[in-house]
C-alpha cells in the first residue's frame, strides 16, 4: 500500500516569487510520482513525472521536481511564479508493477499567488 | 488535443436516489478508472476498468456501485441509493495501456450533492 503526504494544504506567495510545494510518500512498493495540478472548473493535468534516470524532472509551465529516495519525497519547485499559476496541486504515486496500477494522491496543496 | 469528457457537471439528488454519472474516455484508451473527492480530503481511488471488467476496486466501492461501458465511448459510474457521505466530486480518468509509465488523463469531475 502507498501512502502520499502534502505537507501544506495552503501556500500564498507573491507574483515572481520562487515556491516550494513538499511532497512525501511512503510505499512497501517501488513507485513512479507523479504531480497534478487543478486549475477552477477543469480536469487534473499532469505536470510532471518521475519514472527512473535523472532525479530532477522538468515538467510543463516550468515547474520541475526532484526525487529523493533517502527522504521519500518529491518537492515540486518553480523559480518565478505567475499569477496564472493559482490552482491546486496534487503529488500522487502509483507502483510501478501491477495491474491497473492506479493512483494514490495526496490531499492537495492550494497555490495562491498573489499580485 | 482529446480530453475525457465528463457530464452532468453538478448532480444534485435525495438520499436513496440512483445517480448515473457519465464519462467519454480518449477513445484509443483502454484502461479507465472512477476517482472520487470528498471536500476537504483526497482524491481516493474507486475502481478501475479493463476490457469490459473490473480489474481492481477499493474498499469504498460497494455493492452500491457499479460501473459500465454500455458502448463503444461512454463509461459510467452508477449508485444505486445513493447516501449522505456519497456527496463528493467524481473524477473519470483514462489511459492508453497498463503501462505504469503511461499518464491517466482525467475529465474535470462531476459534483454529485446527496441531500
Known amino acids: 500500500a502507498q501512502s502520499v503526504t502534502q505537507l501544506d494544504s495552503q501556500v500564498p506567495v507573491f507574483e515572481e516569487a520562487p515556491v516550494e510545494l513538499r511532497c512525501n510518500y511512503s510505499?512497501?512498493?517501488?513507485?513512479?510520482l507523479f504531480w497534478y495540478v487543478q486549475y477552477p472548473n477543469q480536469g487534473l493535468q499532469l505536470l510532471l513525472k518521475?519514472?527512473?534516470?535523472?532525479?530532477l524532472v522538468k515538467g510543463i509551465n516550468g515547474f520541475e521536481a526532484e526525487f529523493n529516495k533517502s527522504q521519500t519525497s518529491f518537492h515540486l519547485r518553480k523559480p518565478s511564479v505567475h499569477i496564472s499559476d493559482t490552482a491546486e496541486y496534487f503529488c500522487?504515486?502509483?507502483?510501478?508493477?501491477?495491474?491497473?496500477?492506479?493512483?494514490?494522491f495526496g490531499s492537495g496543496t492550494q497555490l495562491t499567488v498573489l499580485p | 488535443e482529446p480530453e475525457v469528457t465528463q457530464t452532468p457537471s453538478h448532480q444534485v439528488t435525495q438520499m436513496g436516489q440512483e445517480v448515473i454519472l457519465r464519462c467519454v474516455p480518449i477513445?484509443?484508451?483502454?484502461?479507465f478508472y472512477w476517482y472520487r473527492q470528498i471536500l476537504g480530503q483526497k482524491v481516493e481511488f474507486l475502481v478501475s476498468?479493463?476490457?469490459?471488467?473490473?480489474?481492481?476496486k477499493s474498499e469504498i466501492f460497494d455493492d452500491q456501485f457499479s460501473v459500465e461501458r454500455p458502448d463503444g465511448s461512454n463509461f459510467t459510474l452508477k449508485i444505486r441509493s445513493t447516501k449522505l457521505e456519497d456527496s463528493a466530486m467524481y473524477f473519470c480518468?483514462?489511459?492508453?495501456?497498463?503501462?505504469?509509465?503511461?499518464?491517466?488523463?482525467f475529465g474535470p469531475g462531476t459534483r454529485l450533492t446527496v441531500l
Open positions: 480518468a483514462s489511459k492508453r495501456t497498463s503501462g505504469g509509465t503511461d499518464t491517466q488523463y
Open positions: 510505499s512497501s512498493v517501488s513507485v513512479y
Open positions: 518521475y519514472l527512473s534516470g535523472s532525479t
Open positions: 500522487a504515486v502509483s507502483a510501478i508493477s501491477g495491474s491497473a496500477r492506479q493512483l494514490t
Open positions: 477513445s484509443n484508451h483502454l484502461y
Open positions: 476498468f479493463y476490457n469490459n471488467e473490473i480489474s481492481e
